[in-house]
């Protein structure tokens, strides 16, 4: 069971061990600064690979202390009870009167010899109740901890804050190499599922996420159906609590971007249609989008490729899981809550196949631009999107070209067809062949398709199946 946990864990413990390789090779510290998404992992996987490391080491949590001193009672209870390091016993009754002097302890308990791991999880709780820590890190880390053998790790879900440890100007500028923990890709999620089915995998990548929590939920289900039955009886199952903290962690004060991505849900919106639905100005729409895309992450920008330049953005929840969450379980708290799970499953029964066919077109994209590199045909392709006209009286599904921005060369177009039973046939084909010549550059592209159920039709020069698309992650 603990190595199904790490399905797809395997490249990740590889880094961590290279940095800790390092600190052996050389005999120096190294500060390695961790960061990903609430619940994609980050923690677990930082565990389990101390716990392969069999060194001596001290694991500390940060929490939402009321105040500094409680944060430096915990890490120093921490440090006496949980931790491996030979020194630890110097921790026992102490009192700490800032974080300097704990650090200092840490390193004075220290092996002489020999490497260690000492990890801070949840730095940024820590560094909103005492912005000097970050300060006091650079110090101990230039005078003290880099001129050991042990690896510090930082680990944190905020990202912007993580982030910003590494800009110019900031005490700790330089000093980590960074790691970026991603929740399951879909090969990870088949895999820890055990599914045969590739489509299916797809289906429990678009409403999981990835989010290994959810797989282990949905693995003890066996079963899309049954997953949504057990999950949708209560309140307060991980499917509908996972959404609900990671965006009151992301939002505890931005009132009306957490607005603006509700109003986003589960479609891609252009501007004028965004600001028409939350109801902001302009400017207010255009803070908010800034905050959701550069410092959450949470909204990803798409426009049409094509070799004319275009300004048609559509604005789109990048983590597939909050886009299930805001279109089927946001909308469906209030029903759960009475006991009507009901209501929740029909609107869910109502509204998937449509809502699928969407929401698999960047999975999809990215997919096949990963096939390209071993395509004879597409090995010059550099980008996959999409096309699109303000009035979307052209919409095209796939388009893929020598470069992002405004292509030198269309290379092909395609489209995707999410259908369960019916294979891509020929009035699809048709549809397609009408389309390319109306994207800029496209007219003597090559056709493909993407399908689900499969494609039945002569004149494709691709085409590709969900199979196929899960080979491109693996």
């Known amino acids: 069971m603990e190595q199904d946990t790490f399905v797809g864990r395997r490249l990740y413990l590889e880094r961590l061990r290279a940095h800790l390789d390092a600190v052996v090779a050389d005999g120096r510290g190294r500060m390695l600064a961790v960061r990903g998404r609430r619940q994609c992992g980050k923690s677990r996987l930082v565990s389990r690979f101390v716990a392969k490391a069999k060194l001596p080491a001290f694991y500390f949590t940060g929490s939402r202390q009321a105040t500094v001193a409680a944060d430096l009672q915990s890490f120093v209870a921490d440090a006496a009870e949980r931790s491996t390091l030979p020194g630890r016993d110097a921790f026992a009754g102490a009192v700490m009167p800032g974080w300097e002097a704990a650090l200092r302890m840490v390193a004075n308990a220290l092996p002489k010899s020999g490497p260690a791991i000492v990890v801070i999880d949840e730095l940024p709780w820590l560094l909103e109740r005492d912005p000097g820590l970050e300060g006091t890190l650079q110090k101990l880390w230039d005078t003290v901890f880099q001129h050991l053998p042990v690896l510090l790790i930082l680990v944190g879900s905020d990202l912007s804050m993580m982030e910003a440890l590494q800009t110019h100007g900031r005490p700790l500028f330089g000093r980590p190499h960074e790691m970026v923990v991603e929740p399951f890709h879909v090969a990870d999620v088949a895999s820890m599922l055990g599914l045969d089915d590739p489509a299916s ?198 388009v893929g070209a020598d470069r992002v921005g405004t292509a030198r060369r269309v290379v092909f177009v395609g489209s995707i067809k999410w259908r369960e039973r019916s294979p891509f046939a020929r009035p699809d084909l048709d549809a397609l062949l009408h389309n390319r010549a109306r994207v800029p550059g496209g007219g003597a592209a090559k056709v493909v398709a993407v399908a689900r159920a499969g494609a039945t039709v002569r004149g494709l020069d691709a085409s590709f199946s969900p199979e196929d698309l899960l080979v491109a992650w693996k």
């Open 201 to 398: 995998a797809f289906d429990a990548w678009l409403v999981t996420g990835g989010y290994p929590r959810l797989l282990l939920e949905w693995r003890r289900s066996q079963s899309l159906g049954r997953f949504l039955d057990a999950q949708l009886r209560d309140e307060n199952s991980d499917l509908m609590v996972i959404g609900a903290r990671v965006l009151a962690a992301e939002f505890p004060f931005e009132v009306q971007a957490r607005h603006v991505l509700s109003n986003l849900g589960s479609g891609e919106r252009s501007f004028t249609a965004l600001q028409s639905l939350a109801g902001i100005r302009a400017a207010a729409l255009q803070r908010s989008l800034e905050l959701l895309r550069t410092q959450k992450r949470l909204v990803e920008v798409d426009l049409p490729l094509s070799t004319r330049p275009s300004r048609e953005s559509r604005y789109r929840v990048a983590d597939p899981y909050l886009r299930f969450w805001l279109r089927f379980l946001e909308p469906s708290a209030a029903d759960i809550a009475r006991g009507r799970p009901d209501l929740a499953r029909a609107r869910f029964d109502r509204d998937w196949t449509t809502f699928r066919g969407r929401a698999i077109e960047p999975v999809v994209r990215t997919s096949v631009l990963r096939l390209c590199a071993g395509h004879r045909e597409f090995a010059d392709v550099g980008a996959v999107g999409g096309y699109w006209t303000r009035t979307n009286d052209v919409e095209v599904d796939l």
